[in-house]
């Protein structure tokens, strides 16, 4: 067991879209793009528009993040700041 990951699908005026609730590698798993490769997975599986959060004093979070959805859109997505959190919006395919 490497970690885990909680998909939420959420239904808000009569729009829908997959958030990421919960994300979570192992220390010793993190630098060996398992997260990466997890979080990449998970978006190929759950096809659609995506809306993934971050506390906006969570930088390693923030860092990771953008990397991995720029990575898996080729740099087609959306940021957002909204109080104290970042937003990353995407369509997976």
Known sequence: LAGFALVSRI?????????????LILRKFRRNKVGQKAA???FRYFKGEWKVTQILANYPA???W???IDEYTSGQFREQVHERIIMQFFTSS
């Open 66 to 68: 953008r990397k991995v």
């Open 11 to 23: 239904n808000k005026n009569d729009k829908s879209y997959y958030s990421m609730s919960e994300f």
């Open 40 to 42: 990449q997975e998970i």
């Open 62 to 64: 923030q860092k990771f």
